[in-house]
C-alpha cells in the first residue's frame, strides 16, 4: 500500500517578491494553464484579488489536519481565496475560514501563530527544496519528483502503481 500524504507547499516565502495580483505573468498563467484545467475537472476558480503570504494559511492548515478538520478548511480556503477573492493573508479572513470549517477561531489562530508550526512549514519547504520541488502540484517521494503540474487522474494513478512495484 503507498500512503498518499498532502504537504503544504508555500510558492513565495518571505522575502521572497510577490507578483503584482492582476500582472501579466498571473494574467497569463492563468489564461494559458488554470482556467482550462479548472473547467476539466468543474472547480469553480477566478484569478485571485491577492497574492499574499501563505504562511499563516498553511500553518492553519496544518492545525486543522491536526483535529480532523483538513478537508473541510481546504474547502473554505478554496472558496474564500479563489472564489469570494479573500485575502487569505489577513487574519480576520483566516478566523472566518477556521469557523467555517468547524474549528475555534481562536485556537485555530493561536496555533497558526505558533513557532513550532511555521518552522515545521519551513523545513517542509526545505525538503522540498532538497528532492527538486518545482512548484505546486507536484507528486513526489521522499527521495525524487514523479511528476510536476497538474495530471489526470488516470496519471497519478499510474504514479502510484509503478511506486507500489518499486516499494513491493
Known amino acids: 500500500m503507498i500512503e498518499v500524504e498532502r504537504v503544504p507547499y508555500e510558492l ?33 476558480i477566478h484569478v485571485p484579488c491577492y497574492q499574499p503570504r501563505s504562511t499563516l494559511a498553511l500553518t492553519l492548515h496544518g492545525y486543522a489536519e491536526d483535529q480532523g478538520r483538513g478537508h473541510a478548511y481546504r474547502g473554505a480556503a478554496h472558496r474564500a481565496f479563489f472564489i469570494e477573492g479573500l485575502n487569505l493573508g489577513d487574519e480576520g ?44 502540484p507536484t507528486v513526489a517521494t521522499a527521495e525524487e519528483v514523479l511528476h510536476y503540474g497538474a495530471a489526470s487522474p488516470g496519471k497519478i494513478r499510474e504514479l502510484l502503481a509503478r511506486q507500489r512495484e518499486i516499494v513491493g
Do not use: C, F, S
Request: aromatic share 6%.
Open 12 to 44: 513565495r516565502p518571505a522575502p521572497k517578491t510577490l507578483p503584482e495580483p492582476r500582472g501579466e505573468y498571473i494574467r497569463d498563467h492563468w489564461r494559458d494553464h488554470v482556467y482550462g484545467l479548472a473547467i476539466n475537472h468543474e472547480v469553480e
Open 93 to 136: 479572513v483566516l478566523r472566518e475560514t477556521a469557523q467555517e470549517a468547524g474549528l475555534d477561531a481562536d485556537e485555530a489562530i493561536t496555533a497558526a501563530w505558533e513557532m513550532e508550526r511555521i518552522l515545521e512549514l519551513r523545513a517542509m519547504r526545505e525538503e522540498a527544496d532538497r528532492i527538486g520541488v518545482p512548484g505546486v
